[in-house]
């Protein structure tokens, strides 16, 4: 399985981003999709998970009510839409897939994209 992660870049405060996440080689069925963020000089972070097929999701503290996790099935891509940008949410922005449908732990993530960058100015 191949995580391609897209959509970063550089944004002002303030402004939005929509991230890609697509699975080649193998499907994201029966898999939850999650987004993870790590800032320079900072830990991996959870930002927001979202299970199969799609009922349930989850959000950091820091991000919710801004972005918004998303999956389309049939295209096999799962989204996360960034509104009101910040400098704080500058970092790079990792797609994993879990071993199972639910679970949005870090160590339970079986497949792990490149990540993205997301850079925001002031």
């Known amino acids: 399985v191949q995580l391609q992660a897209s959509g970063g870049g550089s944004v002002q405060a303030g402004g939005s981003l929509r991230l890609s996440c697509a699975a080649s080689?193998?499907?994201?069925?029966?898999?939850?999709v999650t987004w993870f963020r790590q800032g320079s000089g900072k830990e991996r972070e959870f930002v927001a998970g979202?299970?199969?097929?799609?009922?349930?999701?989850s959000y950091a503290g820091t991000i919710k009510g801004r972005f918004t996790i998303s999956r389309d099935n049939a295209k096999n891509t799962v989204y996360l839409q960034m509104n009101s940008l910040t400098p704080d949410d500058t970092a790079v922005y990792y797609c994993?897939?879990?071993?199972?449908?639910?679970?949005?732990?870090?160590?339970?993530?079986?497949?792990w994209g490149k990540g993205t960058q997301v850079t925001v100015s002031s």
């Open positions: 979202i299970s199969w097929p799609g009922a349930r999701i």
């Open positions: 080689g193998r499907t994201f069925s029966y898999r939850a």
């Open positions: 994993a897939q879990s071993s199972g449908p639910r679970s949005f732990s870090m160590s339970d993530m079986e497949y």
